[in-house]
């Protein structure tokens, strides 16, 4: 049951549970640094907001990793984990 339980939740657990977190970190961060401290000049926001949109990107690339591995190594995982449970 444990092995099955693992193998359902592989591709979740590894990348989209990590990058959903990171993804609101960030946002927060953002929020907290854009608007929380008014006196900035707008070029020092623009390069702040440049900044995450590099880290944005990087999340983004973890996503299609992510989809990439539930899509074509998943199954085959879970046809394995299911073999191995067989009695």
């Known amino acids: ?13 590894l990348v989209y549970i ?3 977190l ?10 907290q ?3 929380r401290t008014s006196n900035q000049h707008i ?3 623009k390069s702040m907001i440049l900044e ?5 990107f990087f999340l983004f690339l973890l996503l299609l990793i992510g989809s990439v591995l ?5 199954p085959s995982v879970i046809y394995r984990a299911l073999k191995l449970c067989q009695i």
């Open 18 to 20: 990590p990058v959903c």
């Open 43 to 45: 070029s020092l926001r």
């Open 1 to 13: 049951g444990v092995v099955l339980c693992l193998s359902f939740c592989f591709p979740q657990c």
């Open 52 to 56: 995450y949109i590099v880290i944005m």
């Open 33 to 35: 640094k854009c608007y």
């Open 70 to 74: 539930e899509t074509y190594i998943c």
């Open 22 to 31: 990171i993804c609101l970190r960030k946002g927060y961060d953002l929020v």
